[in-house]
């Protein structure tokens, strides 16, 4: 049996951004409350450079699943390109924290990554 998972991936690998945008779209509105529609939807919306819409989508996924690491570290994202750093460093902390209480280790170095980055941006601006 192929989960759901599966044919979203198959989707993402094989569909346009825009193909996939308006399947996704179409498929939440029958499924208004599934957290992997709007995840997938948000992504595409992310990779299509839609950041507010991706935003809106992901954080209603976020409000579905509350430990989802994935969604909170592409929030993270999102806030870094609206320059919004301090919701920036608080998403990649709390995405930090999942991904530890999770065991990503990926997922832990690049949320690490993202929070010395910060650090130091935060350093040069105070220096300046």
């Known amino acids: 049996m192929v989960s759901s998972f599966h044919v979203l991936l198959f989707n993402r ?17 029958a499924r ?8 997938s939807l948000g992504k595409a919306l992310l990779d299509g450079a839609r950041v507010d819409e991706a935003d809106a989508c992901l954080r209603m996924a976020l409000d579905l699943k509350p430990d989802w690491m994935i969604v909170t570290m592409l929030l993270a994202k999102i806030a870094g390109i609206k320059k919004d750093l301090i919701s920036e460093k608080e998403l990649w902390e709390k995405g930090l924290q999942l991904a530890i209480a999770q065991n ?20 040069v601006q105070q220096q300046a």
């Open 13 to 29: 690998l094989c569909m346009s951004n825009d193909a996939l945008i308006a399947k996704y779209e179409g498929l939440l509105k």
């Open 32 to 39: 208004p409350k599934d957290e992997l529609i709007l995840f």
């Open 104 to 123: 990503h280790e990926g997922p832990e170095e690049e949320c690490r990554a993202e929070l010395k980055r910060i650090e130091h941006m935060q350093n």
